[in-house]
């Protein structure tokens, strides 16, 4: 089993910036690619961006050249960097992770919430 907890969610202004945190624990070693997920009030849930364990990312066209994402396999942990937020980028953040094999995600965060005002 693997738990996901995420931080760094909050309210920020326009053109501001984020970064938000997933820490992954318990049976880590099944961890292949991490992703984080959206989703606004009343949309479905999109992935935003994902990233492999060897490091290939992939970033959604509506955030690309603004969200970069990373990961540190020693801390276990995957970061989402958001600059030039827009008020459309509110929503619910959701970290999570599939087994290498997979082809869809099985473990999920509670989420973290981020506001971007306008």
């Known amino acids: 089993q693997v738990q996901l907890v995420e931080s760094g969610g909050g309210l920020v202004q326009a053109g501001g910036s984020l970064r938000l945190s997933c820490a992954a624990s318990?049976?880590?070693?099944?961890?292949?690619?991490m992703g984080w997920f959206r989703q606004a009030p009343g949309k479905q849930r999109e992935l935003v961006a994902s990233?492999?364990?060897?490091?290939?990312?992939n970033i959604a066209d509506s955030v690309k050249g603004r969200f970069t994402i990373s990961r540190d396999n020693a801390r276990n942990t995957v970061y989402l960097q958001m600059n030039s937020l827009k008020p459309e980028d509110t929503a619910v953040y959701y970290c999570?992770?599939?087994?290498?094999?997979?082809?869809?995600?099985?473990?999920w965060g509670q989420g973290t919430q981020v506001t971007v005002s306008s």
């Open positions: 990233i492999t364990t060897s490091g290939t990312a």
């Open positions: 318990g049976s880590v070693f099944s961890i292949g690619t």
């Open positions: 999570s992770s599939k087994v290498p094999w997979a082809t869809s995600y099985s473990n």
